[in-house]
């Protein structure tokens, strides 16, 4: 067999890995799929004893490398065709500047979004209540989630890393695989 045709070989696997990432995004564009991602780097983990919902300042924020993340997703997005998705974020500062610093349009909290790091008894049916919300919506218009590790886990099996996306089908469904998986940019 001719090197050529080895290397071929070798890289089919890279094609046909690349064929889908751009059906998948091709979906998310189309609104038959959603992107849904970890907000980007914000060191530590969980919340601080003294977090209070809407003041920043007692919550775990993004940091430098956490708000160039954001920025450069919102220009992936717009690579990829997607100028002014839908955005929905967690309640939690460091989901909306995460959505808010992708500079796609305006961001909606949605609390099916928020961490329920501190209260697990909550997953499941705050898991059920992000379906149920999603899967309201009007179809046809790309739609980008910002949310926590512990939330995407509950949805998929799949621990993302800060800033990670994954592309899931739509309708959402429990234990979703996803189209794509996108590292944070």
Not at 2 to 26: K, M, V, Y
Not at 66 to 95: D, F, H, K, T, V
Request: proline share 9%; charged share 20%; aromatic share 4%.
């Amino acid at each position: 067999m001719s090197r050529l045709w080895l290397l071929a070989l070798a890289l089919l696997p890279l094609w046909g890995a690349a064929a889908e990432t751009a059906d998948a995004w091709q979906a998310l564009r189309e609104g038959r799929a959603v992107l849904l991602m970890r907000h980007a780097m914000a060191p530590g983990t969980g919340d601080p004893a003294n977090f209070r919902l809407g003041q920043c300042e007692t919550q775990r924020n993004l940091n430098a490398q956490g708000r160039a993340e954001a920025r450069r997703w919102g220009e992936l997005l717009a690579s990829q065709g997607i100028e002014q998705p839908r955005l929905l974020s967690s309640r939690w500062c460091r989901a909306l500047d995460t959505a808010s610093g992708m500079q796609r349009g305006p961001v909606q909290p949605l609390a099916a979004l928020d961490s329920f790091f501190g209260r697990p008894e909550d997953g499941a049916e705050q898991t059920a209540e992000l379906i149920r919300s999603i899967n309201a919506l009007p179809a046809g218009e790309p739609l980008v989630l910002v949310s926590h590790q512990v939330n995407i886990t509950a949805l998929t099996g799949i621990f993302p890393a800060s800033g990670e996306g994954l592309i899931l089908p739509l309708p959402l469904r429990p234990q979703v695989q996803p189209l794509a998986r996108v590292p944070a940019p």
